[in-house]
């Protein structure tokens, strides 16, 4: 005997409800992620600085944001290869689109 449950809420709820999960099966198909590897450095770079050039939307007008530049990508590429940084890329038909990165400590000054 198979029982099948109702949906409590009102018909819009239920559209509603039934819309979010398709959308969320669509976007599964459309973005992944993957653990980045050091060969992604020249595509965090690239994201880094996208994400700074979007700050000029709402910083000050004389703010300019910083220069991405190549000894950066070898300093991303020796931190994605560090067994403390975990560091997770987002794909969209196979490129990099954005990333996140977590690591237990700072190893150098930002400043």
């Not at 819009?12 to 969320?24: F, Q, T, V």
Request: charge should be positive; aromatic fraction near 8%.
């Amino acid at each position: 005997m198979r029982v099948v449950r109702r949906w409590r809420g009102c018909s819009r709820c239920w559209i509603a409800r039934c819309a979010r999960r398709h959308l969320a099966a669509k976007l599964s198909n459309v973005v992944g992620t993957r653990l980045a590897t050091p060969s992604d450095a020249g595509a965090v770079a690239a994201t880094i600085s996208e994400g700074f050039q979007t700050y000029r939307a709402w910083a000050p007008s004389d703010w300019t944001p910083p220069v991405v530049g190549e000894g950066d990508q070898e300093r991303f590429a020796g931190a994605l290869a560090r067994p403390d940084v975990w560091f997770l890329v987002a794909q969209s038909d196979g490129t990099v689109i954005a990333h996140v990165a977590l690591s237990l400590s700072t190893r150098e000054d930002p400043g």
